[in-house]
T-cell receptor, first 110, second 117 residues
Framework: EDKVVQSPLSLVVHEGDTVTLNCSYE??????LLWYKQEKKAPTFLFML??SGIEKKSGRLSSILDKKELFSILNITATQTGDSAVYLCAARGSNYQLIWGAGTKLIIKP | NAGVMQNPRHLVRRRGQEARLRCSPMKGHSHVYWYRQLPEEGLKFMVY????????ESGMPKERFSAEFPKEGPSILRIQQVVRGDSAAYFCASSPRDRAINNSPLHFGNGTRLTVT
């Protein structure tokens, strides 16, 4: 059965710290992995990764995919309180469905 | 705002009543997906529709739940005879066409939080 597992489930750090969120997947005919940030409402798209070893960056956020070991990480450097959110990872196989992880709840303390 | 629009944002229903959740996709998008999210859990796929056609409803309970996406107007997720276990956030997402072809990200609405009392 296809599955996506995220770790840790929750994380509390102080402003300025760097965090690494993990996502491992087992998906038939894997095509892509997506990261979303969810605050109190809609998940907002962060990254889509399809190739191993190519880092995607957006400001203080970056992500990379390892298709051999079947995982991805999301890094956030110099964290700010506005980074507090649930970070969701989803993997897509050969059909249209996304398989979602349970999310990592990140809390940034001032 | 050309984003995915869902309404209502919050919906309270008593057990046994009906709940109707609406979703208008982004402009130019013809495919709609409904997801359910329970507290502390990820998103669970329910149903995938295009205009006037249900593509996949494998994630939707067989009883009490139905969905439609008419030629004109928003997509509707309908829950009949609601029970407490239906309390959740229901998210709608849209994409321009079959994602299996273009592999594009989904764009989500802000969700409807259903509370069954």
């Amino acid at each position: 059965e296809d599955k996506v597992v995220q770790s840790p489930l929750s994380l509390v750090v102080h402003e300025g710290d760097t965090v690494t969120l993990n996502c491992s997947y087992e998906v038939t005919n894997f095509r892509s992995l997506l990261w979303y940030k969810q605050e109190k409402k809609a998940p907002t798209f962060l990254f889509m990764l399809t190739s191993s070893g190519i880092e995607k960056k957006s400001g203080r956020l970056s992500s990379i995919l390892d298709k051999k070991e079947l995982f991805s990480i999301l890094n956030i450097t110099a964290t700010q309180t506005g980074d507090s959110a649930v970070y969701l990872c989803a993997a897509r196989g050969s059909n249209y469905q996304l398989i979602w992880g349970a999310g990592t709840k990140l809390i940034i303390k001032p | 705002n050309a984003g995915v629009m869902q309404n209502p944002r919050h919906l309270v229903r008593r057990r046994g009543q009906e709940a109707r959740l609406r979703c208008s996709p982004m402009k130019g998008h013809s495919h709609v997906y409904w997801y359910r999210q329970l507290p502390e859990e990820g998103l669970k796929f329910m149903v995938y529709l295009q205009k006037e056609n249900i593509i996949d409803e494998s994630g939707m309970p067989k009883e009490r739940f139905s969905a439609e996406f008419p030629k004109e107007g928003p997509s509707i997720l309908r829950i009949q005879q609601v029970v407490r276990g239906d309390s959740a956030a229901y998210f709608c997402a849209s994409s321009p066409r079959d994602r299996a072809i273009n592999n594009s990200p989904l764009h989500f609405g802000n969700g409807t939080r259903l509370t069954v009392t």
